[in-house]
């Protein structure tokens, strides 16, 4: 716009140096017309902004990968078209706390509504938020730029792209306890087991009803029972190294985490994940589809952190290592001797992704560490565990 008003200073300018030189009618007809058509021009776009209406659409959620677009409708009352219209968002990834601006510039037409799109970046995992908080409109000599004010901001979810993976299991992980463990938290159907009581309800089995204490109470009472949970395999993750390793790499942890859990479900293993969040060392049992999009709308709440061995060093800590038989980490950054440590304790196997073009084991350290390759990470993997 500095430009335009420049090259527009020195046309005025000569206009009037060549009034002033002729003192002809004509001359003033034109320095009148070159004053009045800007100034006009000015007023109407900003009776035009006025009435202007844009709203902000996007989609709820994509994959990584997935294109994805944030989409602006433009409401207008035909008739005056302003030059340009100049949007400018505000992306802010949650997970890696990265924020960027992005400036848009439309050119309406003359129709009432009109919609446009700009693309988004997809190639990291998180919650997305889409900030628009002004939008600029320029006249058509572009000499005059009209703000109006716009509070709106739309969340997206980029899950992480699920990649082909293949669990052999060298040996079944076996429970260390012995007799029957029963979830603290999930009722279940093993009736040999009260999880609790709670008063019947129009559809519950006759066969759930507790007779004897529904006598004594006056009121039916139905018994739900336990669920056996004898969880060996725990699945752990770290979503650690923003600042030491590139974003993508930990977007990797996370589609791995996910896909390898989703291997361990297609083998009927149940199995828990856990990570860090908030500080605390958090558990969470995976015994269907349901409850590993469960782990993965909790992944997306989480933000990446410059600790790489928090989630090991609480793990230990709570010696969290003698309830299971298997234990899989997948990071982005190791710490050889605490995995070393954790590795003497209990069968330990480690997936890290890595910048290089092919697959590679190592089993030096005391435990079993998998590196998978960035290169094709659509390419199906056989992974012994």
């Known amino acids: 716009m500095g430009k335009y008003r420049i090259y527009y200073g020195i046309v005025l300018l000569a206009t009037i140096l060549l009034f002033l030189w002729t003192n002809t009618a004509q001359v003033l007809l034109a320095l009148c017309l070159l004053v009045f058509f800007p100034l006009l021009s000015g007023f109407l776009t900003a009776v035009w902004v006025h009435t202007l209406c844009l709203e902000l659409a996007l989609p709820v959620s994509c994959s990584t990968g997935q294109e994805a677009a944030v989409h602006f409708?433009?409401?207008?009352?035909?008739?005056?078209i302003a030059r340009q219209l100049v949007i400018p968002v505000t992306v802010y990834n949650r997970m890696f706390d990265r924020r960027e601006k992005k400036w848009m510039s439309v050119y309406p037409g003359t129709r009432r509504q009109e919609t446009f799109m700009m693309p988004l970046p997809t190639e990291l995992c998180g919650e997305m938020k889409i900030r628009l908080e002004e939008i600029y409109c320029y006249d058509s000599f572009r000499l005059f730029r009209v703000k109006k004010s716009f509070h709106q901001?739309?969340?997206m979810m980029i899950y992480p792209a699920l990649v082909p993976v293949n669990l052999m299991l060298r040996q079944r992980p076996k429970s260390k306890e012995t007799g029957d463990i029963y979830d603290e938290d999930i009722r279940g159907h093993d009736a040999t087991e009260i999880f609790d009581l709670r008063n019947y309800q129009e559809g519950d089995s006759i066969r759930a009803v507790h007779w004897k204490l529904s006598t004594k109470l006056e009121k039916l009472l139905v018994r739900e029972f336990s669920r056996p949970a004898s969880f060996d395999t725990i699945l752990l993750f770290s979503l650690a190294g923003r600042n030491?390793?590139?974003?993508?790499r930990i977007t990797q942890v996370a589609v791995l985490a996910l896909s390898v859990s989703e291997a361990l479900l297609r083998l009927d293993m149940e199995h828990q994940v856990g990570c860090m969040t908030d500080g605390k060392l958090l558990e969470m049992p995976v015994c269907s589809r349901t409850d590993s999009m469960k782990v993965r709308d909790s992944m997306m709440g989480m933000r990446s952190s410059e600790e790489p061995s928090a989630v090991i060093r609480s793990f230990m800590k709570m010696g969290r290592q003698f309830q299971y038989t298997k234990v899989i980490f997948v990071t982005a950054e190791i710490d050889d001797a605490l995995l070393k440590t954790l590795?003497?304790?209990?069968?330990?196997?480690v997936i890290l992704p890595v910048e290089k073009k092919e697959d590679y084991t190592d089993s030096s350290g005391g435990y079993e560490m998998l590196a998978l390759s960035e290169s094709d990470p659509d390419h199906s993997r056989y992974i012994y565990i």
Request: charged content about 30%; aromatic content about 4%; glycine content about 8%.
């Open 153 to 155: 901001e739309q969340v």
């Open 244 to 248: 030491r390793v590139p974003d993508r």
């Open 343 to 349: 590795g003497s304790q209990v069968n330990l196997t």
């Open 73 to 80: 409708k433009v409401t207008k009352k035909a008739g005056w």
